[in-house]
């Protein structure tokens, strides 16, 4: 234990300015009696406890009569409950509080300011700032703090606000500073941030004159390049603000107060840390700053503009930020030096770090033991008690014993109030081969009643192209549900440059989320709904929803364990297990999480990544969940796109995005069936089938149930001669004049052990298969076939003129199905 004197304490004093030694003795007679209850705690809380226990009794003895009066009367002055007089009631709302909390339910004084130079560049970025503050009608005062302005620069500047920026508010302003850059010898210019802030509190807002007043407000600390979007004041009491998880947990007070800063999250995590502190604080020796926990260096102080604190807190942190910058810029002159020493300068002198003391067994600790328990078993008593109290019935009581409707009714978990609105959504283009291939996928959900909604989401689509899908979905996909829609957005493939079609899947879907969904304007409304993506060359086999409790689905096994709740949950989203394993998590993370250089993800073990994160469509997650990983995977696809060019590039965007959240997936072997020979997907409940149930095409429930969810039709199928491929497909296969596809016969599985295909060079060569792999051809031919025809069948009833539809199913791909008979060579005519 140090000494009263020691060198760590004689710091404190002299930090704090302290001379007398007294202020910091341990010794007990300068306190006397109080001085024994401050060193033995427990003696105080043994006297709390006894207190509480005769509570308790009290409780005992006459809860019954408590809650006979309680039930019978409702409250009021009932035998057995005494009724309050008049001086016991509360105060009126005012009295009885401090100035304090006075005040507090005032709405404070607003000071936003940001920092610039005088260049033209950041003049522009001003005005626009200025701007918005004014539409979005931003409370308080608006500031900009210019650094480093010219004589000729000021009466500009002055000038322009007087002409231009007062019209769109008086509470604008411009505050000029000298130029900081030099102090330290180099030109580090975000010097002028700190040292400019400073200089406004003091010489503008004169806070060391206006202390009282000032104190309370609000000072917030922006970038210039920065738009307001919403008005931003101390209060996201019913704002929808997203909060960084925290040991500390959330606020109870939402909003800014004393000792309660709020920032903006940076992706720099416990850097400020990682720097030379005993250089930056090598007058400060003792700072708390030290002896921060690593998680409250990255969960409560890796921040950044917008900065926000009360006036108090705000000039007591710029003034240690402008101490210790210089020794920040002096070890780290990287871009973020001066917002690292905003973190660590923001770590007042009011925590403080306890040594822990060895528990002693002795009689009081012993007693206080015994009542603690006893303090647990009253609270458990007391909040249970209504459990254990007789039923009490009088002429008003319910006729079913006391039941609650809960109880007579069911617990209700599979109603209809307790199924969430389901979202399924698919990415397209707005080819002739993505309309028809989202025909498809719009007549399958309607054809196993998918419920909820389903929006194909169309990227890129010209003006022209657009007025024709509306038009067509209002007078054809309209008479399937009118809960089909559609969404259109930018074409998003040119975004880092190049032509990469598939981010128009990420961003198409984020588009969507926040102009289509409006997300965010209605969080509360989809934060608990189910939203899925699957994309557009996928048939529903059966209705997709969030709960497989009863379901044949297959699941990845995984060390986490299966799920314990079968249901896609927040924090438990599902997917389809794809075959490219720990693939995302090989490319250069370094690249892909260059902004978040403490990503969870980078510390993902290797089994996680194969069995949790190796996902792709049907991705499915509750609206909160998928909302946050499309925004990172928004971030992230493009780094990745960048050191990895290949087709999956997206997807392994998801997958590193739900990594980086923390977000482990359940992945489904059984999702979808697609490649006939790769593992891991739903073949072996097709394997299972009766050889005539392997081309029945049925939307019988019981037949439903034996299937997968989905077929994938990304492949090409073939099984002698014939075949199946989506590439291979007339684009205008559903117009009135083309002919259906020549349905198979139920026993080409057990008839051919090869195939040819349909190109094959040279055209007539046969491919040996086995068996298994023979059923699965079959399968796939006859179900796409079939599915394509009734689908067809559909279309031409609906668009066609009476007598103009062609349902003639007779087209094939090779000239004859005979496989001996190979005239006329490859088929180069689709229809």
């Known amino acids: 234990m140090q000494r009263p004197g020691g060198r760590r304490t004689r710091a404190v004093r002299k930090q704090l300015g302290v001379s007398s030694p007294g202020v910091f003795s341990r010794r007990r007679r300068s306190y006397g009696q109080l001085g024994y209850l401050v060193s033995h705690p427990e003696v105080v809380i043994f006297g709390i406890c006894l207190l509480w226990m005769f509570g308790c009794v009290r409780f005992f003895v006459n809860r019954d009569e408590y809650r006979v009066s309680q039930l019978k009367g409702g409250g009021g002055s009932q035998q057995g409950v005494r009724a309050p007089t008049d001086q016991s009631r509360d105060e009126p709302p005012d009295e009885g509080r401090s100035k304090e909390q006075m005040s507090s339910l005032k709405f404070p004084e607003h000071y936003m300011a940001f920092s610039t130079s005088c260049s033209s560049s950041q003049n522009w970025q001003s005005f626009v700032f200025f701007y918005y503050a004014a539409k979005v009608r931003q409370p308080g005062y608006v500031v900009r703090i210019a650094s480093g302005c010219g004589q000729k620069e000021r009466e500009d500047l002055t000038k322009f606000h007087a002409d231009i920026i007062s019209k769109l508010s008086s509470n604008f302003s411009v505050h000029f500073t000298p130029d900081f850059t030099g102090i330290s010898g180099d ?27 000032a104190g309370d407000a609000i000072i917030m600390i922006l970038d210039p390049d920065m738009i307001l979007v919403r008005p931003m004041t101390y209060d996201f009491t019913n704002t929808g603000v997203l909060l960084h998880k925290s040991r500390r947990g959330p606020p109870k007070d939402m909003r800014v107060t004393h000792g309660q800063p709020w920032a903006s999250l940076y992706g720099f995590g416990d850097g400020p840390f990682r720097i030379d502190l005993k250089h930056v604080f090598a007058n400060h020796t003792d700072s708390p700053a030290l002896l921060v926990p690593n998680e409250e260096q990255i969960n409560n102080y890796a921040g950044g503009p917008p900065y926000m604190a009360t006036g108090r807190d705000m000039f007591a942190i710029v003034n240690m930020w402008c101490e210790l910058v210089p020794r920040v810029h002096h070890v780290y002159k990287h871009l973020l030096g001066e917002m690292y020493d905003k973190i660590v300068s923001s770590i007042g002198g009011r925590r403080r770090s306890h040594r822990r003391s060895k528990l002693k067994v002795t009689p009081e600790s012993i007693l206080l033991g015994v009542f603690l328990v006893w303090l647990l078993v009253c609270i458990k008593f007391y909040l249970l008690g ?48 993505q309309n028809w291939q989202s025909f498809m996928f719009f007549y399958y959900a309607h054809k196993v009643s998918q419920p909820g909604y389903v929006t194909r989401i169309a990227s890129g689509c010209s003006q022209k192209q657009q007025d024709e899908l509306v038009a067509f979905h209002k007078t054809t996909i309209s008479k399937l549900s009118s809960k089909f829609g559609i969404h259109f957005t930018p074409d998003f493939a040119k975004i880092s440059g190049d032509d990469y079609k598939y981010y128009n899947k990420p961003f198409g879907l984020q588009h969507w989320l926040t102009y289509g969904l409006k997300y965010e304007e209605n969080k509360d409304k989809f934060e608990d709904a189910i939203i899925m993506v699957l994309d557009p060359d996928m048939i529903l086999l059966r209705p997709l929803t969030y709960d497989f409790t009863y379901s044949n689905v297959i699941t990845r096994d995984s060390e986490r364990g299966p799920s314990k709740i079968r249901k896609v949950t927040h924090g438990q989203p599902w997917a389809s297990l794809y075959g490219f394993g720990d693939g995302p998590f090989r490319i250069d993370l370094k690249h892909v999480f260059a902004n978040h250089t403490d990503s969870p993800a980078l510390l993902v073990p290797n089994e996680e990544q194969h069995n949790n994160y190796a996902g792709g469509p049907p991705y499915m997650a509750t609206g909160r969940d998928m909302f946050a990983i499309v925004n990172i995977w928004c971030e992230l696809v493009p780094r990745v796109h960048h050191v990895y060019r290949a087709l999956l590039g997206e997807m392994y965007g998801w997958s590193l995005a739900a990594a980086h959240l923390r977000l482990p997936h359940t992945l489904a072997t059984s999702f979808m069936i697609s490649a006939t020979g790769i593992r891991g997907e739903g073949w072996p409940l097709i394997d299972q089938l009766k050889d005539d149930e392997v081309c029945e095409f049925s939307t019988l429930r019981e037949k439903e149930d034996k299937l997968p969810y989905v077929i994938h039709y990304c492949q090409s199928y073939w099984l002698g001669k014939w075949f199946i491929g989506k590439y291979r497909l007339d684009k205008e296969f559903l117009s009135c004049e083309k002919p259906l596809l020549l349905e198979p016969p139920n026993d080409i599985g057990l008839k051919y052990d090869y195939f040819i295909k349909p190109g094959g060079k040279p055209y007539g060569e046969r491919t040996k298969i086995g068996a298994d792999i023979a059923k699965r051809e079959q399968f796939m031919i006859c179900q796409i076939i079939a599915r394509l025809n009734d689908a067809a069948t559909w279309y031409k009833d609906q668009t066609c003129e009476k007598g103009k539809a062609n349902y003639e199913k007779s087209f094939i791909f090779h000239h004859s199905l005979d496989p001996n008979n190979n005239e006329g060579g490859e088929k180069k005519t689709k229809w």
């Open 187 to 213: 030109d580090y210019k975000y010097y002028n941030k700190p040292f400019g802030l400073q200089h406004w509190m003091k010489h503008g807002l004169k806070f060391g004159e206006n202390t009282r007043t």
């Open 386 to 433: 209504d459990l254990q109290l007789p039923q009490i019935n009088d002429d008003s009581g319910s006729k079913n014993g006391g039941r609650n409707n809960a109880e007579s009714n069911g617990n209700g978990e599979n109603s209809g109030d307790n199924f969430p609105e389901h979202y399924m959504t698919f990415s397209t283009a707005c080819s002739s081969s």
